[in-house]
């Protein structure tokens, strides 16, 4: 039995075509019948596309848009077995083991990257718990998580078409010397954003909190949900949005009609409240230079953002002082103190810090801290009344660890959009990694453990093509070095 599995733009091989059908087209095969003889019909367009150029070409097809196609093949030289295995074939069934094998790939890659990384080995690993454990052991826990692929019932595939033909293989040589097979196809689809929910929820679920692969596979659970089974296809960052949204309030939830009420300026208003209750006690920096610089910034990545306007924009304002922190509020405000500024060493690990916390607000993450059960009016209510006391402490107190991987996901795709370098983000990462052991408050206590993060940070940036290093850009670098000296 011989099946294949394919994402755009590039297919993912359940395993490899018989022989015959790879070379349809060769002079020692020959089609003696097929299910369409009889009537006159022709071979389908979708049958001719998958022998010829393979799923892949056939995912491409437009009304195969947004759906993952799934080809069954089955021969044998007895036609009523696979005419059988034809009719009783399920897509279901056949899923779970070829995702293992993809999935177990993407694991051994990640713990490899990981381990790999500068810097990590000696000061993540105790965190991490990648390292705590021998490649044996490690292994066999890969193969525990990912065995739970294999139990899915996956949901949602149908079977669009099927078809067999009779063909016959002789020698070249001598056409008395041949043998005859049937071959039977059976096309499915799955919508995309179904099976890629079905996979991270069942990493999600496969994993214990004390796994030395936790990080990883929560990691790989978020970007498969967020960007895509398929590692070769790019997302944008307005669909890794709009999943992220729908991952937290339904359509047609309480907050999800609230969020779509809500005006620019109303946003505005409340974020305004929230960002002053954030400065209470906290000093903004006086250098209106270094202040103009990070919103260049700010305005090279919003511009390639989903919501690239606000009721008042966005602005980016310094707190001055030494902790290690950032903050985001509804309509557009940033704020980044002076100490997480000197951690960054180039405009793009700065340009990452920017990123992360647009977004923040472009998830409505702040906003997400309102809630109401029973409609949209009680909603606005708690909105109007303590929404920005509510938001302000929930940045006070920090997002949850998944807004946060979240945010990390968008940020890499805004840096990408923008001309930025996504390894900015691993970059500061690993600095935070470096200077955090033994702070205590501020950045620790409102975000997960950089090793987290970062385990993260390099699953989702691996889906993007090298980047030049921009630090290696001697006018981009020499702009940073000066703004940063005036500090």
């Known amino acids: 039995m011989k099946f294949r599995l394919s994402a755009l733009p590039a297919a993912v091989i359940f395993c490899l075509l018989f022989s015959a059908c790879v070379t349809g087209g060769s002079s020692n095969i020959l089609e003696l019948e097929n299910k369409g003889s009889v009537m006159g019909i022709r071979t389908p367009e979708w049958v001719t596309i998958y022998l010829e150029r393979g799923v892949s070409a056939l995912q491409q097809r437009s ?94 595939a149908q079977r669009e078409a099927d078809w067999w033909s009779l063909r016959r293989r002789y020698d070249p040589d001598n056409r008395e010397i041949f043998s005859d097979e049937y071959t039977a196809y059976v096309l499915y689809t799955i919508p995309k954003a179904e099976l890629n929910r079905q996979i991270a929820f069942a990493l999600e679920t496969s994993v214990s909190a004390d796994s030395a692969l936790y990080d990883i596979t929560i990691a790989l659970a978020r970007d498969i949900l967020l960007q895509g089974y398929d590692t070769n296809e790019l997302i944008t960052t307005a669909e890794i949005e709009r999943i992220a949204v729908d991952s937290y309030d339904p359509p047609g939830s309480v907050k999800a009609l609230a969020l779509s ?97 647009l977004a923040h607000i472009q998830l409505s993450h702040g906003l997400r801290a309102i809630q109401a059960n029973r409609d949209v009016e009680e909603w606005f209510s708690r909105f109007s009344n303590n929404g920005a006391a509510t938001i ?96």
């Open 63 to 156: 009304e195969y848009d947004g759906k993952f196609c799934i080809v069954g093949e089955e021969s044998g030289t007895n036609r009523q077995f696979v005419l059988s295995w034809a009719d009783q074939a399920s897509a279901q069934q056949r899923l779970g083991e070829t995702l293992r094998t993809n999935v177990a790939s993407r694991y051994s890659a990640a713990v490899s990257g990981f381990a790999s990384s500068s810097g990590v080995a000696s000061s993540g690993a105790s965190s991490s718990g990648v390292q705590s454990e021998s490649s044996g052991e490690l292994s066999q826990e890969i193969d525990s998580i990912v065995n739970s692929l294999v139990n899915v019932s996956y949901s949602g």
């Open 261 to 357: 009420e809500l005006n620019h300026h109303e946003e505005y208003l409340i974020g305004r409240d929230t960002a002053a209750a954030i400065l209470a006690g906290r000093e903004l920096l006086d250098n209106p230079r270094f202040t103009e610089y990070l919103n260049l910034i700010c305005s090279a990545l919003v511009i390639n953002s989903p919501k690239p306007a606000l009721y008042n924009g966005y602005f980016v304002s310094v707190i001055n002082s030494p902790e290690i922190n950032a903050f985001a509020t509804p309509g557009g405000h940033i704020l980044i103190t002076k100490g997480l500024i000197n951690a960054a060493q180039s405009e793009d690990a700065l340009a990452a810090v920017i990123a992360h916390e």
């Open 392 to 487: 302000a402490g929930r940045i006070n107190n920090g997002f949850s660890q998944t807004q946060e991987f979240d945010a990390d996901i968008t940020a890499i795709a805004l840096l990408a959009a923008a001309g930025y370098n996504p390894q900015g983000l691993i970059e500061i990462l690993r600095e935070l990694q470096k200077i955090q052991p033994g702070i205590s408050g501020g950045f620790n206590s409102t975000h997960p453990s950089p090793t987290s993060r970062l385990v993260n940070a390099q699953v989702a940036a691996a889906r993007y093509p090298a980047f030049t290093d921009t630090r290696a850009n001697s006018a981009r670098q020499t702009r940073f070095n000066t703004y940063k000296s005036s500090l």
